[in-house]
């Protein structure tokens, strides 16, 4: 079986490697990071733009090279929970879960597991959560792993 597991280096993406690795001991889990091209970052604020200029590129490389480094911190958790990991990271062309999904079937996942940020009713829907967006538009079983309830 092969395991998409989305990280972001959150508590609640760590907690969720660590119910996968109780859930599915020693399965193969493909760790994936989604980052964002900055040109997208300054599109969003246009104040930013004169003082971008020709450093886009090097941004981008930059925060791609960061992105990496997130999955890798996903893999090594992932080993320490028991699970055989490696790293992916996808850049985001339009929205993350849309990413998460065209991974998804490239590695013909069988699961997609994320975890949560416990949000519920109106207060999920409105924030757009990746969960929820991946539970709307998934054709694969998606599975939201929540917090703990302290």
Known sequence: MTILLCFDGSDQSKHAIGV???????AQ???????EPVERIVARYAVLAPFMGEELGEADDSAEA???AT????????????????????????????????VADALDAAVIITGTRSLHGVREIV?????????????????AIPMPVS
Not at 29 to 35: D, G, I, T
Not at 74 to 80: D, F, H, N, W
Not at 127 to 138: A, G, K, R
């Open 127 to 143: 924030s757009n959560t990746l969960s929820h967006s991946l539970i709307q538009h998934s054709a694969r079983p998606v599975l």
């Open 29 to 35: 889990v493909h760790v994936l990071n989604v980052w």
């Open 71 to 102: 999955a890798a911190e996903g893999v090594e958790l992932a080993a320490a929970a028991g699970l055989h990991a490696s790293a992916h990271n996808a850049k985001l062309v339009t929205m993350v879960w849309e990413a998460v999904v065209e």
């Open 66 to 68: 960061a992105s990496a």
């Open 20 to 26: 996968t690795g109780e859930l599915f001991p020693g």
